[in-house]
């Protein structure tokens, strides 16, 4: 029998909806008007809407090109060791102590969702000792929507804690740290290291202290999740303060690491895991695991991405290049919230907006409802999430105006 005769199939699947962001991006293409406005995208854009590749990368890409040495042979199974080296030093610190001590586990991933994925896996084969009963990782609400994904394809049950307090438009701190204290021993909780993602809303320093103390308190493992690390504040070190508080006080934790963002290296999935153990021993034993895990599900990981950012973390005069790309970059966010505010309180539309430069990073949770997102998008052409969540890399100095004005009419309208 021909395949085309067959009539049944084996497989009883049915068709998965639309990825939700992918969407709105496809009805954004797909829109004729000149006036349109994209705040959907999760990659910077530079101020004519373009992307942008940093200088700095431009530069080493023509210093390997020009490499005689370059070849396209598999790096180790954990990854190119310069790069994941000086990733664990750039995210916990040159002088951390668990680094002194190789405490800390390194392996190169497919970028941050890589990074979260090989994380997650590993916990649920080697879960805290801690832990009373079945793994459970929770995960703030609202969060990046790969969060839950990750961990219920590796069999972990995924809670949430308050994050959003949706009539401040700021932190829930008091849902937050209520959670913790209800939370089992041995829990696994998820943290936006910086740039919180969806909601661009950061815990202070004096909050992730509070957080911290709960935590040791109640013996629920820290599961950091830093994809913004120089690009929210333009600041490497101010960016990686709460890792580096926790790490302080001795806690054993896990951190997944992204340069799509900070690096603009969004294709090339440039990422890595740190897992950060009591001791060596340990330390070598959870290395030699995520290799296993690693080996069986993409054997080795890509090189380009990796020996670009390895580059430039090893120089130091293209370091400072990239410091400045960073500033650059987080400088532009940080003045299109400036502007969208003045603008908002200009024309005198409804509500409260020091949201918008209280918040920090690429996104911004602007207190839309879902009816006026629809509204936005039918009558402005105005593309963005259901739930308010705006890209402020979208936004620059040719749309601010009629971007600001489109919110003010379906505030007062819809």
Wanted: hydrophobic share 40%; aromatic share 10%; glycine share 8%.
């Amino acid at each position: 029998m021909s395949p085309s005769a067959l009539s049944s199939s084996v497989f009883n699947v049915t068709v998965a909806p639309p990825d939700a962001l992918f969407g709105v991006l496809a009805a954004y293409k797909a829109d004729p008007s000149s006036q349109k406005v994209d705040v959907s995208v999760g990659a910077y854009r530079d101020n004519s809407g373009k992307p942008w590749v940093l200088p700095v990368v431009k530069k080493v890409d023509a210093i390997l090109k020009d490499d005689p040495t370059l070849d396209h042979e598999y790096l180790p199974i954990t990854g190119l060791p310069e790069f994941t080296a000086q990733s664990a030093r750039l995210v916990l610190g040159a002088t951390a102590d668990a680094i002194k001590n190789n405490l800390v586990a390194s392996v190169q991933t497919i970028s941050g969702t890589g990074a979260n994925h090989l994380g997650a896996l590993f916990l649920s084969r080697h879960p805290p000792t801690t832990s009373a009963g079945p793994t459970t990782v929770y995960i703030s609400s609202p969060t990046w929507p790969n969060h839950k994904q990750i961990f219920t394809n590796v069999g972990i049950a995924v809670r949430e804690y308050p994050y959003f307090d949706p009539k401040t438009l700021g932190l829930d701190i008091n849902g937050f740290l209520g959670t913790l204290e209800s939370a089992e021993p041995g829990s696994i909780i998820l943290l936006h290291a910086c740039a919180h993602n969806p909601t661009g809303v950061d815990p202070t320093q004096d909050q992730w202290k509070q957080i911290a103390d709960v935590m040791i308190r109640k013996n629920l493992f820290p599961f950091f999740d830093c994809a913004y690390q120089g690009f929210a504040s333009g600041d490497l070190d101010r960016d990686a303060w709460a890792v580096r508080y926790f790490l302080s006080k001795g806690v054993e934790l896990l951190v997944c690491q992204s340069f799509a963002k900070n690096f603009g290296l969004y294709g090339e999935r440039a990422g890595a895991l740190h897992v950060i153990s009591a001791t060596k021993e340990i330390s070598i034993a959870v290395k030699s695991q995520l290799a296993v895990l690693q080996r069986s599900e993409i054997s080795n990981p890509p090189a380009y991405g990796a020996r670009i950012v390895a580059k430039v973390l090893n120089d130091p005069a293209l370091f400072e290049e990239w410091t400045n790309d960073l500033k650059r970059m987080s400088g532009r966010i940080q003045e299109m919230r400036k502007a969208l505010y003045d603008k908002l309180v200009e024309l005198g539309t409804p509500g409260t907006w020091n949201h918008i430069i209280d918040q920090i990073g690429m996104f911004s949770f602007t207190g839309l409802t879902p009816a006026q997102v629809g509204k936005i998008t039918k009558e402005y052409h105005v593309y963005l999430t259901s739930n308010g969540r705006i890209s402020m890399a979208g936004l620059n100095t040719n749309n601010i105006d009629y971007f600001a004005k489109a919110v003010d009419s379906v505030v007062r309208t819809a």
